[in-house]
């Protein structure tokens, strides 16, 4: 196999994934030491072609529906969310925010993620959420766990928190229109509002 630096990154992975398709692994592990960077679109496909579909899109028509978007760019935002880079949430949650289509104009839209056992602070809803969990089971704190696959809708002015239950951590998409605002008074607002 040639060097790195003798061959672009395009086509140093398709020789890696040619000489042994069982690299894949190593190259995620290799590809999350190295900065951010985002590849040609080539290169993408043909890793996601290697790789095969993440067990996560079969969410994706799920997420095309509640994020108005196309299936195939949902497809794509759940096979990345292994090397998205998201941001620290309120007590240890992860955000990971999306673009939508123009039905979720004015809405906060996005992954969280919980660690096992976290609570993402109980919040008010200025406008309708739904949430889609993808893995883990969460509840809030009113009912029974709500497990992948699964659609709660919580009305506008409604409280809660989404507590990550069964021992695991816990993974959903949530479309809330208006935001929310935290039990300490911060307000959380769609990035798309000025």
Known sequence: MARRDDLGADAFLTEALAID???????????????????????????????????????AGAVARLADLAESRARELLAELAAAVWEPGPAGTELLWVEGGPATAGCIRGFVRLPAGATFPEHTHLGEERLLVLEGAVTDGGGGALRPGEVATAAPGST??????????ALYF??????????????VRPRDTP
């Open 174 to 187: 949530v479309v809330i229109r208006g935001g929310v605002d935290l039990a300490d008074g911060t307000p």
């Open 21 to 59: 398709p069982g690299a894949a692994d190593v190259l995620a592990a290799l590809a999350a030491a190295l900065p951010p960077a985002t590849p040609s679109r080539a290169t993408r496909d043909r890793l996601f072609e290697t790789l095969g579909p993440g067990p996560l899109t079969r969410f």
């Open 160 to 169: 809660h928190p989404t507590i990550a239950v069964g021992g695991e951590p």
